[in-house]
């Protein structure tokens, strides 16, 4: 089922998850280990995060390097295919431009159709490790909103081959990410704005937001974007800090900060045990008052911390 339609027909927030898969070499049981305990909140949807190749370097015979391509946590659409199957949820399966040319994408995108996959997430994707910032590919889509524009040409039954004039069309609901700490790219938040409120004229139908920690910056983005005429579901992503080195980790990463009260808290912690009780409390807190707000979903980034997600899910749906 559309998401939109899951979003529209609650009379109150939704709970959903997001999922990694494994690293190349590890069975999918990790996966299932990871939603079995979560299943008794009844997820709305699981998204499946997609991970371009990296580069790597490997010494050969006569020491020259070898520059070699590998993709360690490969198998997006195979799970989402696994999940839908097995617990009867929609999967939701991210797709990236980097990496991808168009014509790749309009393949990949015809076999999530023929799968069932109702719903995709639009991204842009971040730039390899070895490259300073982000490179299309070569015929692929160099923004989210390309990518966007090209599942909606697909909605209408526009494929790339202008010769096919009558190609079924598909039929996803398309939702696109959003940053209420800003995109670490954009020069400033009304240009983020902007390019948000393009995808969603695109086609984009929901939109996902990076993690934050403090609900101002959530209440006070959603505000935002209702005044620049963008009026989509806006699900809040959240994550429950559970380790010492995520206090900084996640902040370098995600851009996102961690509200002074917040680190207070941790910073009184001795050991990731203790870090991970502040860090389901304050998550609990979030929780809730977005709950009180009626936001449509709550969106957690699981990232393998099912046992977490449990225990702030039991205190508020
Ligand atoms: P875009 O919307 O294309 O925006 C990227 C930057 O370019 C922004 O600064 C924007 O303001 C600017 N911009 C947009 N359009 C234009 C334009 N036409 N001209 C000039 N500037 C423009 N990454 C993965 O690799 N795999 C995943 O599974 C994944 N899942 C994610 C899920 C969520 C909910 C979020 C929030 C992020 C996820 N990411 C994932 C990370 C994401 O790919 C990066 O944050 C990436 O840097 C931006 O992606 P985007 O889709 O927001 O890009």
């Given at each position: 089922m559309k998401l939109t339609q899951k979003l529209s027909e609650s009379k109150k927030p939704l709970f959903s998850i997001e999922i990694l898969p494994p690293?190349?070499?590890?069975?999918?049981q990790s996966i299932y280990d990871g939603i079995d305990p979560l299943m008794e909140f009844k997820p709305a949807f699981v998204d499946v995060t997609y991970h371009r190749e990296e580069y790597i370097y490997k010494k050969r015979a006569g020491g020259y390097l070898e520059k070699v391509s590998i993709r360690k946590r490969p198998g997006t659409v195979g799970i989402c295919a696994a999940i839908m199957n097995k617990y009867n949820v929609d999967a939701v399966p991210h797709i990236i431009c980097?990496?991808?040319t168009k014509e790749e994408t309009e393949n990949a995108l015809i076999d999530l159709q023929f799968l069932g996959i109702d719903n995709v997430l639009a991204l842009r994707g971040d730039s390899i490790k070895t490259e300073p910032s982000f490179v299309p590919e070569l015929g692929g889509n160099a923004y989210a909103i390309d990518l966007v524009k090209q599942i909606t040409d697909m909605n209408k039954g526009k494929y790339m081959d202008e010769d096919m004039t009558d190609a079924a069309p598909t039929d996803f609901c398309i939702g696109v990410a959003a940053y209420p700490e800003k995109h670490?790219?954009?020069?400033n938040m009304i240009s983020d704005l902007k390019n948000l409120k393009a995808k969603v004229d695109a086609g984009a139908e929901y939109v996902v937001t990076q993690m934050f920690f403090d609900n101002k910056k959530y209440f006070d983005f959603v505000k935002l974007c209702r005044e620049h005429n963008i009026h989509v579901p806006i699900i809040p992503g959240l994550k429950i800090l559970t380790g010492m080195k995520q206090i900084t980790a996640l902040p370098k990463i995600f851009q996102c900060d961690i509200p002074q009260p917040f680190y207070e808290e941790l910073e009184k912690c001795k050991d990731d045990k203790a870090i991970k009780e502040v860090g389901i409390k304050w998550c609990i807190e979030q929780s809730k008052e977005l709950v009180k707000a009626n936001v449509p979903c709550l969106h957690f980034y699981t990232m393998g911390t099912s046992e977490a997600t449990k225990r702030v899910a039991k205190e508020v749906f």
């Open positions: 690293l190349k070499g590890k069975s999918i980097g990496g991808f670490f790219e954009a020069p």
